[in-house]
């Protein structure tokens, strides 16, 4: 059941991937997918939509034979969440579907809504009997959840109200993606790396998550959220928590959900004046001219942050984050600086180009890990130099790996938590987030940047500061 069903994020993620899931035969056959919205539109309206939608994002390419057979088990209930009559008519169709197709009460429902409707909409759904039905409920939840703090609070506590911590499915779609899951697997799968994953080899982390567009045409939303929640407050802080987590007890959602907030919880409050000196925001050229976008917005498209984590681990190991729009490149990247070796043997040689070790996670695209290190140049004297060794997904895999809602989807339906964001986490990742916002609502203004560039010059000072550089800039 999705909330939002003609809406962007339907359109472009979730329809496609239940398409890809159906085709792999990997949901059951009597499975419903009904969508709702204000749209006044009616079932063949919506799938001529979907199928539009499958044919132009899917990954897998729309074959006329397997269309029928989903297209049948799409329905479309023009509605309004704030109105009980349709809200009624809604609870009528989808137990009637219980009594004709064998859905069995069970239902999904995904709220692909804007984030302040996520509240009313469960307490709609609950207040309205949906949710009395002799099957299993689930909500899935997109991000933001919650402005700061003390709203995302209230959030868990309106949806608490009427479903349990394991019905509820809090959506960071980055632990959808293969890579993401592939950093606990790369940790936590060879003996080699976690000897040296501390402080005292490690010199600093970097993680960018740099797009290339700007916000399209997503104005209305993003000057209500801006570059610190929409990605910031999710992607950067899951990215930097599963990087820095100890090893979980087992592979299991409790387990791996554990280690995420004690790692989530380490990382350092910096008061409203450290702010000065370890966040930097920017907006790019254009931005105040984009559609739906106030001319006078001071809304961030870029946000950098020094973090810190003050455990035995990770003490004074410096990580930058970094994430925002139209800038030189459509790259998610997590850089690990090794430290210099402690004595240099090579004085007299060229070592001009013998960087420290560096190990590079490419999350997207060119989906793979580099790690560099120092080599002999040929030759009859000892010049150094630095050389890449590649690990590439797609030349060892192949391409066509699933996208990361395709997992999602399949995950909540089988009631799967290990890739969602549990409460507690998210209210850590708001306790980091918080003083910031506080920062920025005491004036001030995001210095400015050119599209096609890495981000305001303050960006650069954060590394500067330390006598570091980002690896790209
Ligand atoms: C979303 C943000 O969560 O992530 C978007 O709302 C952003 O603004 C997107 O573009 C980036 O995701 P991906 O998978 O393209 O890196």
């Not at 293969?178 to 697997?185: A, C, D, G, H, R």
């Not at 996208?403 to 089988?414: F, I």
């Amino acid at each position: 059941m999705i909330f939002g069903a003609s809406g962007d994020l339907a359109k472009r993620k979730l329809l496609p991937a239940l398409y890809n899931l159906h085709v792999q035969k990997l949901i059951p056959d009597n499975t419903k997918i009904v969508g709702t919205s204000r749209s006044e539109i009616d079932d063949e309206g919506f799938r001529a939509q979907i199928k539009e939608a499958i044919l132009e994002h899917s990954r897998i390419e729309l074959e006329e034979k397997s269309w029928p057979s989903l297209a049948e088990d799409i329905h479309y209930i023009p509605g309004d969440v704030t109105d009980e009559g349709s809200m009624q008519k809604l609870r009528t169709i989808l137990s009637d579907m219980d009594d004709q197709h064998g859905t069995g009460g069970n239902r999904v429902w995904y709220m692909a809504l804007l984030p302040q409707f996520f509240g009313n909409t469960a307490e709609t759904i609950a207040r309205n009997g949906m949710l009395d039905t002799s099957g299993w409920h689930r909500l899935v939840i997109e991000k933001p959840f919650g402005f700061d703090l003390a709203s995302a609070t209230e959030l868990s506590a309106t949806i608490g109200a009427h479903f349990s911590e394991d019905q509820i499915f809090r959506i960071d779609h980055y632990l959808g993606k293969e890579t993401v899951q592939n950093l606990l697997v790369f940790r936590f799968a060879n003996a080699i790396f976690e000897p040296i994953w501390n402080r005292r080899h490690i010199d600093n982390v970097q993680i960018t998550v740099a797009e290339d567009l700007g916000i399209e045409n997503r104005g209305a939303f993003y000057e209500r959220v801006g570059a610190l929640r929409d990605v910031g407050q999710n992607h950067l802080l899951q990215l930097l928590a599963l990087i820095t987590m100890e090893p979980p007890v087992s592979w299991d959602a409790e387990s791996i959900r554990n280690e995420k907030v004690k790692i989530l919880s380490s990382v350092r409050r910096w008061s409203v004046r450290d702010c000065e000196t370890t966040i930097a925001r920017g907006q790019y050229e254009g931005y105040r001219d984009e559609k739906d976008v106030d001319p006078s917005s001071s809304v961030e498209t870029f946000v950098a942050m020094k973090l810190l984590i003050d455990n035995w681990r990770w003490a004074d190991v410096p990580f930058y984050v970094r994430t925002g729009k139209a800038l030189a490149a459509k790259e998610t990247e997590i850089v690990i600086n090794f430290k210099r070796v402690p004595h240099l043997l090579f004085s007299k040689t060229d070592v001009e180009e013998l960087e420290p070790n560096r190990l590079i996670i490419r999350i997207q695209p060119n989906e793979g890990f580099t790690l560099t290190f120092g080599t002999k140049v040929p030759g009859p004297q000892v010049n150094v130099r630095t050389v890449d060794m590649d690990f590439d997904y797609e030349n060892e895999f192949g391409s066509g790996t699933p996208e990361a809602y395709e997992r999602l989807l399949l995950d909540a339906m089988n009631g799967d938590a290990t890739l969602f964001t549990r409460a507690d986490e998210i209210l850590e990742a708001w306790e980091i987030v918080d003083p910031i916002l506080s920062f920025w609502s005491g004036g001030g203004r995001p210095g400015r940047y050119e599209k096609g560039s890495w981000g305001p010059d303050a960006a650069n000072e954060l590394p500067r500061q330390d006598g570091n550089r980002w690896a790209k800039r």
